[in-house]
């Protein structure tokens, strides 16, 4: 996916950067719902675009239904301006 293809509303890049400092968990599901702080994200429809646009992943895998730690995905990272922590360690 191009970074350059997808546009993102204010509060699409709020749920990522959210997600971009560990505050989120993802359910592992076809139709993943998205947690903040431990609440159940507002707009469940941001979320599972995020989810199914690979810009938002889950950071490990668990059964289905179960909430695990959310990522960003490298595009979601490009997207925001982020560098990746890998490549951060490998410039060092």
Same mark, same amino acid.
């Given at each position: ?11 699409? #890049? ?14 592992? @599901? ?18 599972? #675009? ?9 950071? #490990? @895998?668990?059964?289905?239904?179960? #909430? ?25």
């Amino acid at each position: 996916m191009s970074s350059e293809s997808v546009q993102l509303n204010d509060r699409e #890049r709020a749920t990522l950067r959210a997600v971009g400092v560990g505050r989120a968990e993802i359910t592992c @599901s076809a139709e993943p719902d998205l947690f903040i702080d431990g609440l159940a994200c507002c707009d469940q429809g941001t979320a599972r #675009r995020l989810a199914h646009l690979r810009l938002v992943v889950p950071r #490990r @895998s668990g059964r289905t239904g179960e #909430r695990v730690p959310a990522a960003l995905s490298d595009a979601a990272r490009a997207m925001l301006g982020l560098v990746s922590e890998a490549r951060d360690d490998a410039a060092a």
